[in-house]
Nanobody, 122 residues
């Protein structure tokens, strides 16, 4: 069992930065690949980034490539999403999630956090 709690969301101006954190509880955090998704009202949850357990592989969506970076600290049971050069279209609720496979499909993730809102003003 893995419980996930996101933090770090808020209001930012276009061009600014935010750093999201996702704290995990449970002893098996290091066994899971971790992902970030985002969702806006009326739309499906969108893949943002994934990182493997050893940090050897990271994936980012084309829409955020070069601006967002995913990282993790297994000793602190935490995964991060550094978001730079924010755009108004990045406005969404951001969720972290845990999976045992390399995937961009939300349905393949086993555990989810409650989400944190990011709002980017122009």
């Amino acid at each position: 069992q893995v419980q996930l709690v996101e933090s770090g969301g808020g209001l930012a101006q276009a061009g600014g930065s935010l750093r999201l954190s996702c704290a995990a509880s449970g002893r098996t955090f290091s066994n899971y690949y971790m992902g970030w998704f985002r969702q806006t009202p009326g739309k499906e949850r969108e893949f943002v980034a994934l990182i493997t357990t050893s940090r050897s592989i990271t994936m980012t969506a084309d829409s955020v490539k070069g601006r967002f970076t995913i990282s993790r600290d297994n000793a602190k049971n935490t995964v991060f999403l550094q978001m730079n050069s924010l755009k108004p279209e990045d406005t969404a609720a951001y969720y972290c999630a845990a999976t045992r496979i390399i995937t961009e499909r939300a349905g393949d993730y086993d555990y989810w956090g409650q989400g944190t809102q990011v709002t980017v003003s122009s």
